[in-house]
């Protein structure tokens, strides 16, 4: 599975703006399913997730991974393609659309990141917090900056390559009995202005 998947078609951005197709996505991200295991995920008949998975296949943003033959019926598991999407400057006269398919996808992982909130194990919180974050075993924090675009641009470019750091390391822990899995999820984007400050300075008014 690629990093990143450049959208340059069209149809592969409308069908990425579609809210049930993000989630199917998002779990396709994290692991291979079948049809059949979709269906009872989300509760819906096999053919309805069967046609939505034909067309995400048919744009190229899943594949079959593998295949496992179960009671003389062959199983196909399809998984994503990557483990982010992101518009081509080619599709910019459809800045509507990007607008869509890119708050779909937060909004779906949104959903997801909730949903494995509430199905960690105790162990994950039980930890008191100490001031050195470096002993911390969770991470949230949610932060309002004041830069350019060209320096969050560059803490982007920082991130992904720690990201890519660890992706390593966790590919030499697979064999390691004491490696634990940790989710992680991140957003990061622009916003008209400041709430922390409009709080702080309604709090001083009202003094």
Known sequence: MKSMFIIKEYDQL???SDPFRVQLMIRLVEKPYTGQQLSEIFDLSRARIHYHLKELEKLGLIEIVKTEEK???VQKFYQSVASGFYPDSSMLPHKEEITETKRHLMYGMLDRTMARVLSAPPEAFEQAGPEDPSEWNILATSLELKVTEE?????IDGYFKLIKEYQD???VNKSNPDANYYYLTSYGFQVDESEYENRVMKEEKDR
Do not use: E, P, T, Y
Request: charged share 20%.
């Open 14 to 16: 409308k069908a990425l």
């Open 169 to 171: 390391i966790a590919k």
């Open 71 to 73: 009671n003389g019926i």
């Open 151 to 155: 320096q969050f641009k560059s803490f």
